[in-house]
């Protein structure tokens, strides 16, 4: 209407006499293949990656607010840990603290740790230390103390190696480049995926910065996967300790609350559809089966779900459709589980036995699929190290929690329910009998899910992971 009413006043008279223009809504022949869905297929492409510098001026536009509502305690002024599965919204929920930030004109700090990735030397916390200091160098500190210490870490980041004792010793400098801010301000430094680092440098870099920003007007926020991450050593009681020192915001388990998950996944797609000028989501859809489908393939992580939606539009487009069917977002999610499957060796630190947790995830697929043709089932929460695979299983998004813990007869004994990634069955002939535990993404009963099978390893299975 706004460009309509620009034509108008630039066009002269005599031209428009007698013309009546107007805007009339249509609906494409073909939703997938009109300017609007091409552009929600791009868009969607442009929102797997979030970094700080995604979306810019649009950020609340296309922003949906968590599940848990984890934007209250983000914001705050206190040390958090964000653990969540890839795409679970870390790194989403680290940038609208930092996008709400600037609005308010509070500094920021943002360190990517995929830099850092498996480094395990001291170099690391000088080379943290001087990118910190780099990005401040705008908010007012007393200059002489600042220049000092940016010298001082620059000087042993030239040396070949260097010890925790040296690194100490500047500690006390470093500090001083932190005065109490004016104003009510304070700074935030964001360490977004700080799990790729090597777990036992972990607690020492938190260590250090913790020991120079205690007390001060600096808070750390840090996004990262639970098993993956160590951020407390308590031999050298070093790191940030939970919750004495930090608190944590689990984005985990959207499937224990699948109502709300399915929520929180069509709001973030209904925002970046109205953005392209679509009514919603379900406009591209051929029924509400697709977005129900959508929320169990992805496990109600909300990136997979952006991710397998793109897919399913360009299989959909592919096949000459005009919209998204269940087949559609099926077959995305039997491909994405490959991508999964290349990201096991990824995420997994390297002292991680690798041919152990495959065995588990064959174990659980040979249970699943073949025995009870079941893709829910049971595993007893005990300390051992089929249950920690089970866990690992979970962080790489190839078993889903649906419940974290039940009991199920002998009394003290608890279970957690979980599904296997659809990836697995989803599109196999020889899998299409697997009965689907609520499909509809309804709350579920205890009544139900005690009924699901047990799964337990063979022996072989739990000698090879104790």
């Known amino acids: 209407y706004t460009l309509l009413r620009e034509i108008h006043s630039s066009t002269p008279e005599e031209v428009t006499t007698g013309i009546i223009s107007t805007i009339k809504k249509r609906t494409p022949n073909n939703r997938l293949q009109s300017p609007e869905g091409r552009y929600f297929l791009r868009i969607l492409s442009e ?49 609208y603290a930092m996008r709400t930030r600037e609005k308010q004109g509070q500094p920021s700090v943002w360190l990517d ?8 030397d001291n170099h690391v916390v000088l080379d943290v230390f001087a990118e910190i200091l780099n990005q401040l160098v705008e908010i007012p500190v007393q200059a002489p103390v600042y220049s000092q210490v940016a010298r001082r870490i620059e000087y042993l980041r030239a040396q070949p190696a260097v010890e925790d004792s040296e690194i100490r010793r500047v500690l006390p400098e470093m500090r001083k480049a932190f005065p109490p801010l004016q104003g009510g301000h304070n700074v935030f ?67 224990t ?40 393939v992805s496990a109600g992580v909300p990136r997979d779900a952006l991710n397998l939606f793109a897919q399913a539009m360009t299989k959909g487009s592919i096949s000459n459709r005009s919209l998204v069917s269940v087949t559609n977002v099926n077959l995305a999610a039997s491909e994405m589980v490959s991508l999964k499957l290349r ?27 073949k025995q009870k043709r079941k893709n829910a089932f049971l595993v007893e929460i005990q300390n051992s190290g089929v ?27 608890k279970y957690v329910a979980l ?40 022996q072989q299975t739990r000698a090879a992971t104790e």
């Not at 964001?190 to 007007?217: A, C, N, W």
């Not at 009998?433 to 390893?457: C, G, M």
């Open 387 to 413: 249950y920690q695979n089970v866990l690992k299983l979970v962080d790489l998004r190839l078993v889903h929690v649906i419940s974290e813990g039940i009991t199920v007869g002998e009394a003290g004994r």
């Open 47 to 95: 929102s797997l990656n979030i970094n700080r510098r995604s979306f810019k001026d649009d950020f609340f536009a296309r922003y949906t607010k968590s599940v848990s509502n984890a934007e209250a305690q983000i914001t705050a002024a206190a040390n958090h840990i964000v653990f969540g599965r890839r795409g679970a919204g870390k790194s989403s929920l680290l940038l």
């Open 189 to 255: 430094v964001f360490l977004d995926d700080f799990h790729v680092l090597d777990t036992e440098m972990q607690p020492k870099l938190l260590g250090f910065i913790y020991s120079v920003t205690r007390g001060t007007d600096v808070f750390l926020k840090l996004s990262a996967i639970e098993t993956l991450t160590k951020s407390w050593d308590a031999a050298n009681h070093m790191g940030l300790q939970v919750p004495h020192d930090a608190q944590t915001i689990k984005l985990d388990y959207n499937l």
């Open 343 to 369: 990201d096991l060796e990824t995420d997994l630190p390297e002292q991680t036995d690798e041919r152990s947790i495959s065995s588990v995830l064959e174990e659980v697929k040979d249970f699943c699929i």
């Open 113 to 120: 740790m995929q830099v850092y990735q498996k480094r395990s």
């Open 257 to 296: 609350m699948p109502d709300k998950a399915a929520k929180h996944i069509e709001g973030i797609l209904d925002a970046h559809a109205q953005y392209c000028g679509l009514p919603g989501v379900r406009f591209l859809c051929t029924s509400n089966d697709v977005l129900s489908r959508l929320i169990w």
């Open 419 to 458: 599904i296997l990634d659809y990836g697995f069955y989803t599109g196999i002939r020889a899998a299409q009998s697997v009965d689907l535990f609520n499909k509809q993404t309804e709350r579920v009963t205890y009544k139900e899910l005690r009924k699901l099978p047990i799964f337990e390893a063979s």
